[in-house]
T-cell receptor, first 111, second 113 residues
Framework: QKEVEQDPGPLSVPEGAIVSLNCTYS??????FMWYRQYSRKGPELLMYTYSSGNKEDGRFTAQVDKSSKYISLFIRDSQPSDSATYLC???????????FGTGTRLQVTL | DGGITQSPKYLFRKEGQNVTLSCEQN?????MYWYRQDPGQGLRLIYYSQIVNDFQKGDIAEGYSVSREKKESFPLTVTSAQKNPTAFYLC????????????FGDGTRLSIL
């Protein structure tokens, strides 16, 4: 079993929809959580970085962490075609330098 | 503009050949990382370096080598011992301490001729 599980998709939604992307993890030592957006043939771009359980909002993006359930989510409101990309969750314990990534969810926002 | 520059964008390797991928950052970050990305497998850590003249193996270091002679540079050599080198290679960097997130370059696509 992988330490971080993420549905690969693809997930297709109409423009304007609310998108929910999720990751589950098995290592309770993970404390820091990130969401990256990756366009085709580009490097991952940091979207959200959270530490504690709860919600963090930045514009149309909300990151949610539930450490008791070992579950993190990224919500995208009013989705746009420009949001079409692969979304990677990543996390680490804080005591090690190594990030552990999910495999990524491919999102397609259609007109 | 501060950032991480990877070159070349595309690279082709012949059988038995070593190739070197460049990664340069002007963010004044202490730590640098190399990842390999394959479809359906996410990112896997090859090597990382937290300080000049020091580096550690990641999860899939076999067939790769690195050096860290300058803070801003962390080149990766894919040796002929790496039998399946076709992948997208990503370099990242971060400040050490304070648990800062990693920032990535735009990658190098390596293919076999």
């Amino acid at each position: 079993q992988k330490e971080v599980e993420q549905d690969p998709g693809p997930l297709s939604v109409p423009e304007g929809a609310i998108v929910s992307l999720n990751c589950t993890y098995s290592n309770s030592a993970f404390q820091y959580f990130m969401w990256y957006r990756q366009y085709s043939r580009k490097g991952p771009e940091l979207l959200m970085y959270t530490y504690s359980s709860g919600n963090k909002e930045d514009g149309r993006f909300t990151a949610q962490v539930d450490k008791s359930s070992k579950y993190i989510s990224l919500f995208i409101r009013d989705s746009q075609p420009s949001d079409s990309a692969t979304y990677l969750c990543a996390m680490y314990t804080g005591t090690a330098s190594k990030l552990t990534f999910g495999t990524g969810t491919r999102l397609q926002v259609t007109l | 503009d501060g950032g991480i520059t990877q070159s070349p964008k595309y690279l082709f390797r012949k059988e038995g050949q070593n190739v070197t991928l460049s990664c340069e950052q002007n963010l004044n970050h202490d730590a640098m990382y190399w990842y390999r990305q394959d479809p359906g497998q996410g990112l896997r850590l090859i090597y990382y370096s937290q300080i000049v003249n020091d580096f550690q193996k990641g999860d899939i270091a076999e067939g790769y080598s690195v050096s860290r002679e300058k803070k801003e540079s962390f080149p990766l050599t894919v040796t002929s011992a790496q039998k399946n080198p076709t992948a997208f290679y990503l370099c990242a960097s971060t400040m050490t301490g304070g648990n800062q997130p990693q920032h990535f370059g735009d990658g190098t696509r390596l293919s076999i001729l």
